[in-house]
């Protein structure tokens, strides 16, 4: 099993920049895809971003794409979400998640195909 604590989240104005951070502990962070999740009040989670095992394929949400990146260090057990051009509907409680297995190759978008999530962190971005 992998725990997982996110840090990073705050509240920005339109335009600005935060960088998201999911500290994992217990098993081999390298053997898990990672992915990052968001939910606004009253709306379902959604998909983010998510990343290979070892980091060489990304994807992304269309609403997301170009200004956000995802990124990890295996060494540091560590994966990060940096968030750029910040609007007010990017506002949410953002989430890491870990999947146990999958092809090294692979990204996972749907929320039912990770094992493990942080508790969460919020991101407040004020027009």
């Known amino acids: 099993q992998v725990q997982l604590v996110e840090s990073g989240g705050g509240m920005v104005q339109t335009g600005g920049s935060l960088r998201l951070s999911c500290a994992t502990s217990g098993r081999t962070f390298s053997n898990y895809p990672m992915g990052w999740f968001r939910q606004a009040p009253e709306k379902e989670r959604e998909f983010v971003a998510a990343i290979t095992r070892n980091g060489d394929k990304t994807y992304y949400a269309d609403s997301v794409k170009g200004r956000f990146m995802i990124s990890r260090d295996n060494a540091k057990n560590t994966m990060y979400l940096q968030m750029n051009s910040l609007k007010p509907e990017d506002t949410a409680v953002y989430y890491c998640?870990?999947?146990?297995?999958?092809?090294?190759?692979?990204?996972?978008?749907?929320?039912?195909?990770?094992?493990?999530w942080g508790q969460g962190t919020q991101v407040t971005v004020s027009s």
């Open positions: 998640a870990a999947r146990e297995g999958g092809h090294v190759a692979s990204v996972f978008t749907k929320s039912s195909l990770y094992d493990y």
